[in-house]
């Protein structure tokens, strides 16, 4: 692959309010097999486990839909964000120049859905592109190129993604090198606690 265009893939957090809708369509499937069976006695039985097969379809086609990640592309400092689900359907959501970033930090993805999060979404579009599993995370806001619309961006990248991002932006690179320096600061005092 050219070093000019770099790809990354980030799958998303996982919503835990599709549960719920699960537990709903579970129930209401089970009053209607009650019901059916009440009033239509051997019929019933038969109606009842279509019901149940057309209830489960459903949620497996909900479960499928629900399926997010996202990718990240970086060719000749201009950057892509396109949503992918189930992976099959894309869609772009964002294009911009990495010049026009602004507010590169790094921040605490535990912190990120507590009160500041409304403080988020009433200024800007916001867009969450890290998983449950994403070590570090960043944000920043940039205005989109043909979107027209300023996006308040948590992201996360792999090695070789974050690599380009930091020769791009010098931003990006500063608040890196920070970091990286405050983890060797932290693994050293860790390995000086485990000799004494």
Known sequence: MNDDIIESFVKARKDKSGILLYIVIFAITMLVDVLIFMFFWL???YLSIIVTGIACIIVVILIRMRRLEYELSLVR??????EIRNQAMRKKILSFDLND????????????FSKQK???????????CFG??????YFFNVRGKDEGVTF?????FDERFKK????????AKSVFQKQAALEA?????AQNGEQA
């Open 77 to 82: 400092g201009e950057m892509t964000i396109s």
């Open 118 to 128: 409304q403080n988020y979404e009433n200024q800007h579009k916001v867009l969450y």
């Open 185 to 189: 600061e932290t693994s050293e005092k």
């Open 101 to 112: 970033i602004e507010n590169f930090k790094a921040v605490d993805k535990d912190q990120i």
């Open 152 to 156: 308040d961006i948590f992201i996360t």
């Open 164 to 171: 380009a991002f930091a020769h791009r932006c010098s931003d």
């Open 43 to 45: 019929i019933g039985l």
């Open 132 to 137: 449950d599993d994403s070590e570090h995370v």
